[in-house]
C-alpha cells in the first residue's frame, strides 16, 4: 500500500482522570478533511495497530505502561486506551506511533508527547487546580485562550459545551465576526462524514490541540454538538423526528470519536453525566444537559436522582456542578422582565430539588452566554449563602449583546460581569474554592496576551473578591 502520510495530524488528548488510570486518545487522519466518507480521514477500510507508551518523564525513560491498540475503521480509527495501574495525584507522559502505511525512514510517525496527571486518592486533602473552559466556535475567532491555557498546566480542564459549532457559512457572514474559514464545503454538519470533518478541522489548530496535550480533560456537551437549541430527541425546529434522530447519533458518534471519553455510544444515546471524584476536596459532577431533556425536566428523572444521590451521600468539601447552563436566578429588566429559557430559570423546580439536596458547599460551573459572571446562587432565609456559581465566558464564540450593567443591578446576587473571551482556573482546596478569571483583548488575530480580571473566592459561605 501507498504511504498514507503522518497520521497524527489531529494530536493527542487524555481524559476521565482516576486515581489509578486515565484514557489516552489519539485518531489516525492523514488527510483529516477528507472529502471521501469512506475513508474518514484519509484513512482505508482496514484495522491498524497503534502502540502506546506511558512514562513517569517527559522522555520516556521510565515507561511504566505500554501497548497496542487497535484503530478501527467503524470509529475513524480513533483511539481510546484505558491506562490503569497507575499511581494517584500523579503526572504522566504519554504517546502514540503507528508503522507502515505511514512510516519511512525520515518520518517515524510518532505521535506529539502528552501530559496527564492522575486524580488524587479517595482520602486525599491536597489542593485541586483546573481550568474551564466553552463555547470555541472557529470562525468567530483564534484560540489563544487554549495557548494560556496550556502553559497553566493545570490538574484537569473542564468543557461545558459548544466544542463545535455545527453551522455552515452563512449566506451573507456578519462583519467583523466571521474571521477563520471552515473546512470546504462549509456546509452545516448533519452526517457522520460532516461532523467528523468538522471536530477535524478544530483540532487542526495547533492551540486546541496544545491545551489537550497539556492536561486531561473532563468534557460535557451542550446543544451546539448536534442542533442549536435540540432539547432531547426533539430538534428545535419542528422537523422530521427520524432524520434528527440520525442525525443526533452521528453527532454523538463524532463526539465521542474525538474526545478522550471512557464509554462508547450505545444504540442512540452516549452515556455523558458521571462522577469524577478528587479526594476528600472536591466531588465534580457531571452533567448533560441535552441527551434526556422534556419540557420541563433540564436532566430527565433517571439523571436527576442519580445527581440527588451523589449530593446527598458525597462527603467531599465541594460539590461542584460541571454543566453548561446559567444555573442562578437571572432576570433581565423589563418591560416586562424576563428569564432565560435555556438556562435553569426555566427549570426552578428541578434547581430548587438540587440545591436542597446539596445543602452546603455547592459550587456550580456554567458557560453557554460568552461572558463572564460570577454570582451567589441564592440565600437561605438568616442571609446565608447556598452556594456560588462561576460562569466561564467563550474561548472565541461572539457574545449577543445585553445590558449587563442593569442586569446586574436587577439580580443583587449576581456580583461580577466581564465581557471579554477567556476561560477560568481554579484551584481548590478543604478551605477556599478560589477562581480566577482569564481574559484576552482580542480573537480576530492571533497572539492576544492573557491577563487576569478578576479573583474570586468560596470562603466561610461567602462569596468574596480577592484581588482587591
Ligand atoms: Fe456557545
Redesign the pocket.
Known sequence: MANLGYPFTLGVASGEPAPDGVIIWTRLAPDPLGLDPGRPGGMPRQEVPVRWQVAEDQGFSKIVRQGTAHAQHAWGHSVHVRVDGLRPGREYFYRFSADAPFATPDNPATSPVGRTRTAPAADSGAAVSFAVV??Q?FEHGYYTAHRHLAVERPDVVFHL??YI?EYGRPAAPAPGRYVRPLEAPARECTTLHDYRNRYAKYRMDGDLRAAHAAAPWVTTW?D?EVEDNYAGTRPADGSDPAAFARRRTAAYRAYFEHLPLRIRPDGDGLQMYRWRPYGTVADFLVLDSRQHRTGTDMLGPAQEQWLINRLRSSRARWKVLVQPLFFAERIFPGPPPAVGRDAWDAFKEQRARIMAAAGEGLVVLS??V?NHWAGELAFDGTGNSLGAEFVCS?VS?APSGTDNAAVLAANPHLKYFDGHRGYLTGTVTRDRFEVSFRTVDFVDRPGAPVSTSAVFGVEGGRLRRLDV
Open positions: 466553552s463555547c466556535r459545551g459548544d459549532y451542550d451546539h458557560g453557554d460568552h467563550s464564540s
